[in-house]
């Protein structure tokens, strides 16, 4: 019972170790960060991702999954992937903006709040899955992932120094579109059941020799940004021929309905002329 007991206190420990990155990372952007303190900031989102991403497997390995787990999760994602990056982010980037730099980082921590409360929504009305494997809108840890590795990226390839005035602009820009897209309905997917297979084997091949390529003609620092970017597209391009099949599926329903409909109506007239075959006589 004892042991049966730990299990489930498991997948919690790593829950909390997440918030306590998370709470790390806010408090090293507090006051007049340097840069160093804003990097170390995002090197503590990352390790956030790292505890996150095993709380949910862990808790699934050993059956400990639980509605306290899943409300556990949602808040410790608030603190790791809303409120810390967003801090951070404008302290980075967006505090030179004044109050539009406030604006936007308080919409990244909001969005990714309310794509949070949907998920849990969804997660209440379809406990037993059915997702189809995909997650609605983009997760909130993938849209701070996007933020820290730029920052990391920042930093290290450019030694240390703070960031240009001419880049708070796409900053600013690429802050307000992961925004939208964590509370938009574009399907990303979730890979939580990958099975090892030759195809899984294949992408991960294709990852590394990217990752390789990326590290040895520019710098290894744009790796990270190069995976998240690619995560980002993929989801666009699934979803963008996912509507498109659904609207040439609909094309073809109305085109049929047409045909059908059109069919009745000949039929009709048939009848109609037949009737009035028949019936001819009778008023002569």
């Known amino acids: 019972m004892k042991l049966r007991k730990l299990m489930f206190v498991l997948p ?18 507090s006051g007049e960060a340097e840069p160093v303190q804003l990097y170390q900031a995002a090197l ?34 608030v603190m790791s992937f809303g409120a810390a990056p967003a801090l951070l982010v404008y302290k980075w980037a967006l505090a030179p903006m004044g109050f539009w730099g406030l604006f936007i980082s308080f919409s990244f921590m909001a969005c990714g709040a309310m794509r949070l409360a949907r998920f849990n929504v ?35 390839a450019s030694q240390g120094e703070a960031l240009g005035d001419g880049a708070r602009l796409p900053v600013a820009v ?26 899984t084997a294949l992408v991960f091949m294709v990852m590394a020799l990217t990752g390789a390529f990326i590290a040895q003609q520019f710098h290894p620092a744009w790796v990270l940004v190069t995976y998240f970017a690619a995560y980002l597209v993929m ?8 509507v498109r099949s659904r609207l040439a599926s609909r094309k073809v329903g109305s085109v049929a309905a047409v045909a059908v409909a059109a069919g009745l109506d000949e039929d009709d007239d048939e009848d109609s002329e037949a009737n009035a075959t028949d019936d001819g006589p009778a008023f002569l």
């Open 12 to 29: 919690n420990l790593f829950t909390v170790t997440s918030i306590f990155c998370g709470f790390y990372a806010i408090t090293l952007c």
């Open 174 to 199: 690429a802050v307000g579109a992961l925004s939208l897209l964590m509370v938009s309905t574009v399907r990303y997917r979730t890979f939580k059941d990958a099975r090892p297979s030759r195809r």
């Open 235 to 242: 989801g666009l391009v699934e979803s963008a021929v996912s």
């Open 122 to 156: 969804l997660a209440m009305r379809n406990p037993h899955g059915g997702g189809g494997g995909f997650f609605v809108g983009l997760p909130i840890p993938l849209a701070a992932g996007v933020l820290v590795s730029l920052i990391i990226s920042h930093h290290v």
């Open 44 to 77: 503590a989102i990352l390790f956030a991702m790292f505890f996150d991403g095993f709380d949910g497997r862990v808790a699934r390995l050993t059956k400990t999954q639980s509605d306290f787990g899943m409300q556990l999760d949602s808040l410790a994602d």
